[in-house]
């Protein structure tokens, strides 16, 4: 006797809008974060599209306006848009904090690889790394700049490399516990090489603590870069940064307070919204983590 086959409607996968909704949904933190961070991104992409002016066009006769219909944001002692100069000031942020994450980022991972593997290496270019760490990031940014004529290129390289250690110790102790692995001491036996071993095997268990440590990396490089150009060794001061827009404006604090107000809340934001979505990656990457807290 056959039993006649009787077909049975499959569920439709859920849509990847529906998906997208549910994991942000669990980690509101991300979609937070994203969110201000998209905004950021757009501020900095249509700056000549949202009302600014030269952020550098002189106007003695209108120095030191307060905020108004006019000036949104006021003018300086130079007559300068202050609401033309903190929007294009985004783009300097911008660029450092993700040059500077995806620099250190790479050349720490290389490192990371290499000491983490190769015990002649790791000897050598740890001790190199550890003299490093010793010195605060920020100093160690400061005496870089001083050998070097202030631009945003010299600027990224100076906060890069002091970013580099952390990120190389990040890679290496990962390194240490995973070559213990069954996997890789499997892959090893088999006959793999050493170059396949680490591509193949190594590094894909890496990029989720590497990202997370990146997001960090790119908010801290922000303050830095602010940090910099405040105390004059950052970027030219004639670049509409947040940090010189600070700068120029602490000697008249008492009179002409929105110079420093409002280049400091858009520095916050913008660290905040780096730091939910890294915190955001944290608990994603890390579900054991998310229960405990």
Known sequence: MSVAAVDVPLTPPASRLARIWEFLRRHPTIAI???LLV????????????????????????????PSEVYWFGTDMLGRDVYSRVVYGT???????????????????AIGLLTGFVR????????????????????????????????????????????VPRVTRLVRSLVLSLREQPFVEAAEASGTSFVNTLVR?????????????ATYICASA????????????????NVPSWGNIIAEGRSIFQIAYYIILFPSIFLSITVLAVNLVGDGMRDALDPRLARRM
């Open 201 to 213: 095997h190594i590094l894909p268990n890496t990029m989720a603590p590497l990202l997370v440590q």
């Open 91 to 109: 783009r300097i942020s911008l660029v450092v904090g993700l040059s500077v994450a995806i620099l250190s980022a790479l050349i720490g991972l």
């Open 222 to 237: 922000m303050i830095t870069e602010a940090i910099l150009s405040f105390i004059g060794a950052g970027t030219p001061p």
């Open 39 to 66: 905004l950021v991104v757009m501020t900095a992409l249509f700056a000549p599209y949202l009302g600014t002016i030269d952020p550098q066009a002189l106007s003695p006769a209108r120095r030191l306006r307060k």
């Open 120 to 163: 002649l290496a790791d000897s050598i270019v740890m001790r190199v790394m550890d003299g490093l760490m010793s010195i605060p990031p920020i100093l160690l940014a400061i005496a870089l700049m001083a050998l070097t004529k202030a631009s945003v290129e010299n600027v990224i390289l100076a906060i890069t490399i002091a970013e």
């Open 33 to 35: 974060g994203s969110a």
